[in-house]
């Protein structure tokens, strides 16, 4: 007496149910072929066993730590809506921030023996990174109306200042000399110096080739299936821009061309276009070595062509002992460099290559300095990181439904994956060396601010995603961080349609026509729709 009645059963010490929580018969069933499936098991144990003795429970492994758990995990995070931002952030910061770190300890030791300064290359390099921190800003600020109305501008001024270059050159060449000014711009074989600035327009080409392309392409859509469609302004723009850039820089080229198949291969163009575009490439790329016999490029009249040499050199290696100190000096010192790093390098900063042994070591073949100071794990590090690059863009491209937005991060990561694989192929010596810089990590003003302005468009992009959208517009960030970061994307499915014409002023539809018998109302009197009378009289 004195305990409550109901609270303990007294055969098994458990609470009593109410009549009104009792199992229902699904459960119930359930858990009695759980005890029957228990019971039949060689060695089982009841329930209340547990206890008894040290055999008694068997130890469950935990979850999480298995390969299907480990799997399951990543697949979540990657479900996640800001994982395109967050992942894009992370593989570009540390790219940059590599490229700063490997920079200066290519042109340290070069710096101080000219000028007593060891940093006097990679503070210039580093202002050109916060400039291109800005150009990352402000490009992950605009939405994609403002990159379509920038195309063509873009374009235009791009195709201007290679004009101006080529000319320039030109000039130069035939006064042989190495530069050619007119007013305060000074030509200098790929470089513009306006003023003490030094620009690149081909670089400017490749982003201006991203936004006009990728508008043009999405705005004719299904009609890119005809061949005048693509003809009429395509083909002729690229091919423009084919001779201005390729005339002096072969690889840039090379890095247009992968550009324009990956914008047409995100289109679903036929693959007979794909044909005759890798014909008419293949004719290009043999004119334009050719002609380096002409003076094209860094050539010059009479001379033996350097074009013709890289390839020869890569199609029938020569023996580096006989060539080591002339011909193929850079080829031969590439190679030495990265048997000199083994699996974990010589350590950062103690390389031997950059005492001026290996040319262009801070820029064309950077790679080549990570290999000898960082060895196969720095080497693994910097692919690994534009790896996750690749996938990184080619999933934004993927979940965004507006079709500019796709051809567009197509097109940026065609293009920067493209020419980390020919310059990485160039220095191992799986492709022609073709001189075409490192992204994010070569020294290079022009490059660099470029780059970081389409990472920016990349993740403007990525915040655009029908998942993130509605992600950030369900939490907010707070305002301060929305007026100085980013602003909030347009959450999907509500942009602005245009409004509907006006219809046709045509013949009156017959139901809309009005009464002209004695029964029609006079104009500005409404009639009265309720039914009078009763509902016997309504029936009748």
């Known amino acids: 007496m004195g305990e409550e009645i109901g609270t303990e059963d007294e055969t098994v010490g458990r609470p009593r149910r109410s009549p009104s929580a009792a199992r229902t018969p699904v459960a119930a069933g359930a858990r009695g072929s759980e005890r029957g499936a228990a019971a039949r098991e060689p060695g089982a144990r009841e329930p209340g066993a547990a206890g008894r003795g040290p055999e008694a429970v068997a130890p469950t492994p935990p979850r999480g730590f298995d390969a299907a758990g480990g799997l399951a995990a990543l697949r979540g995070l990657l479900d996640r809506p800001l994982t395109s931002y967050y992942l894009l952030l992370s593989c570009a910061g540390l790219l940059l921030l590599i490229g700063l770190t490997m920079v200066f300890s290519a042109t340290s030791v070069k710096d101080y023996a000219e000028d007593g300064n060891a940093s006097a290359s990679v503070t210039k390099q580093a202002i050109f990174a916060v400039i291109g921190i800005g150009a990352f800003w402000v490009c992950q600020r605009l939405p994609a109306s403002t990159y379509r109305s920038l195309g063509r501008p873009l374009l235009f001024a791009s195709v201007a200042l290679l004009v101006v270059l080529n000319l320039l050159v030109a000039i130069a060449r035939l006064t042989k000399q190495e530069s050619a000014s007119f007013g305060p711009v000074e030509a200098r074989l790929n470089w513009l110096f306006v003023g003490g600035i030094q620009l690149q327009p081909s670089e400017l080409a490749k982003f201006a080739m991203v936004l006009w392309g990728a508008h043009l392409v999405a705005r004719k859509g299904a009609a890119l299936g005809w061949w005048r469609e693509l003809a009429t302004p395509l083909f002729p723009v690229v091919g423009l821009l084919f001779v201005l850039v390729g005339y002096n820089d072969t690889g840039t080229m090379l890095c247009l061309l992968a550009l324009v198949v990956g914008l047409l291969w995100a289109a679903g163009v036929r693959m007979r276009v794909f044909g005759a575009l890798a014909a008419a490439g293949l004719v290009g790329i043999g004119l334009l070595v050719a002609v380096a016999s002409l003076g094209a490029g860094s050539g010059e009249r009479g001379a033996d062509n350097y074009r013709l040499a890289r390839l020869d050199m890569f199609f029938n290696p020569p023996d580096p002992e006989t060539c080591k100190l002339n011909d193929c000096l850079q080829f031969y010192q590439g190679r030495l460099a990265i048997e000199h790093g083994g699996w974990f390098g010589v350590g950062l900063g ?119 959208a509605r992600a950030l517009h369900a939490r907010p960030p707070a305002r301060w961080v929305r007026l100085l970061w980013a602003p909030l994307p347009p959450l999907p499915g509500r942009r602005r349609r245009p409004a509907t014409p006006p219809a046709g002023r045509g013949s009156v539809p017959r139901s809309r026509e009005r009464r002209h018998d004695d029964q029609a109302a006079p104009r500005g009197v409404r009639q009265d729709r309720s039914r009078g009378g009763t509902a016997s009289e309504r029936r009748r």
């Not at 100071?373 to 692919?383: A, D, H, K, Q, Y």
């Not at 999933?395 to 097109?411: E, G, N, Q």
């Open 350 to 468: 103690k390389g031997s290559l950059k005492w001026d042994w290996l040319p262009e070591a801070h820029n064309d073949f950077i790679f080549a300095i990570i290999a000898e100071e960082l060895g196969v794990i720095g080497c693994v590090v910097v692919l690994t990181l534009f790896a996750v690059l690749a996938y990184t863009g080619f999933r934004i491209a993927r979940r965004v439904d507006d079709p500019f937005r796709r051809l567009a991060a197509t097109a940026v990561t065609t293009w920067l994956v493209s020419q980390a694989v020919i310059n990485i192929g160039g220095v191992v010596g799986l492709l022609p060396i073709t001189g075409l810089p490192l992204p994010f990590i070569s020294d290079g003003g022009s490059a660099l601010v470029v780059t970081l302005a389409g990472i920016g468009m990349l993740a403007s992009f990525a915040r655009a995603e029908p998942d993130a």
